[in-house]
């Protein structure tokens, strides 16, 4: 067991590793840092260690913790404008941790193309009081007066409102509510990749498809569901045709999601996944249960154009535009928005195509 000595010398040593990356990365006083969490899996520490070092820290005024809002870059780090660093905020909700893991260095790429040596935070909205929360960080970026955007994605309506009413450049990525706030968008024709990849597979044969989802209450989604009930409907398809079950992106709940419909007495013999990731799970769930139970199912799923997505052998409907693409479109709204220009276009969708599998 660590003596007293012995485990306060260790968590010394992480805090001054903590403000070498401060000072490293040129951090300013009201600039977002690390959650504990985070900063335990930087550098290896649970985060309890990550905690009592972060509050060394915290004691010496070189972070800040807000409640609600985070930990920032406290007064000891300095406030020269001239270092200042420009941030843009990613807000998402905890649902989308999978999301961010994935597409997080293609979006840090595409923004960093539009706005060169940007500080890219990726923040997870609570679901107890979001617009709270929101407001929060906005008046946390104007006690410090750094220049901030924020790109919104699949966030709670009422978060999207308090963004619109902020004036601060917001540039929302997906489907916007009817009844949400008129921010830009950049979001993928998700009724379009819907109908192509229906009607692939009722070419195939399949008259009876299962779809896999994490969510199936945001507008993209229920454009989606639109765009596969379109070609089904046309079929003279009955409504039973397309069964569907939100699950979690873990191995336990699409493997539980899988087995249930291979329990169905009349069984879909065709998956459509939200996303390759998704696509992936159902594939490995599939051949975990083995082709005995398994039979001929095929998988098809719709998602971004990514290095990952062009290398499935499933078949997927993907968008023509990069992710990165996409990104440095975000990014190049959000610097007219920031320097007062007029968007032309204000709500993008990117065009989609069918690749058939490898």
């Known amino acids: 067991m660590l003596t007293q000595n012995e485990n306060f010398s260790i968590v010394g040593h992480i805090a001054n590793r903590l403000e070498a990356d401060i000072r490293g990365r040129g951090l300013r006083q009201g600039a977002r840092y690390l959650s504990t969490v985070d900063a335990g899996r930087m550098l290896g520490v649970s985060p309890a260690t990550a905690h009592r070092a972060m509050q060394l820290l915290v004691d010496k005024n070189l972070l800040v913790r807000r409640t609600r809002s985070g930990t920032f870059v406290g007064p000891a780090a300095g406030t020269d404008i001239a270092h200042r660093i420009r941030t843009i905020q990613v807000l998402t909700t905890p649902e989308k941790r999978a999301y961010a893991s994935a597409y997080a260095s293609h979006l840090l790429r595409g923004l960093g193309r539009a706005i060169p040596d940007v500080n890219v935070q990726f923040t997870f909205i609570p679901s107890h009081d979001p617009a709270g929360f929101v407001k929060d960080l906005l008046d946390s970026a104007n006690a410090t007066g750094e220049i901030v955007g924020f790109v919104a994605a699949s966030c709670p309506c009422e978060v999207y409102r308090v963004l619109s009413e902020s004036g601060v450049p917001t540039v929302v ?6 009844d949400g706030p008129d921010l830009p968008s950049v979001t993928l024709d998700d009724f379009e990749g819907g109908r192509l990849l229906t009607e692939y597979l009722l070419k195939r044969g399949h008259r009876r498809i299962a779809l896999l989802a994490t969510t199936l209450d945001r507008p993209g989604d229920k454009l989606l569901f639109d765009g596969i009930g379109n070609p089904l409907t046309r079929a003279g398809l009955p409504h039973n045709s397309l069964v569907f079950q939100v699950v979690m992106e873990t191995a336990s709940s699409v493997e539980a999601a899988v087995r249930h419909f291979l329990e169905m007495p009349d069984r879909p013999t065709a998956f459509i996944a939200r996303s390759e990731r998704l696509a992936d799970m159902v594939n490995t769930s599939l051949s975990e249960i083995g082709p005995d139970a398994v039979g001929d199912i095929e998988i098809v799923f719709l998602d971004y154009k990514t290095e990952t997505v062009e290398q499935s052998p499933l078949p997927h409907v993907q968008s023509k535009r990069s992710h990165e693409e996409g990104a440095r479109l975000i990014g190049e709204m959000l610097q007219k928005l920031h320097e007062g ?18």
């Open 341 to 358: 220009q007029t968007i032309d276009q204000r709500r993008i969708v990117a065009p989609v195509e069918f690749i058939g599998g490898k």
């Open 173 to 178: 990525t997906g489907t916007l509510p009817l």
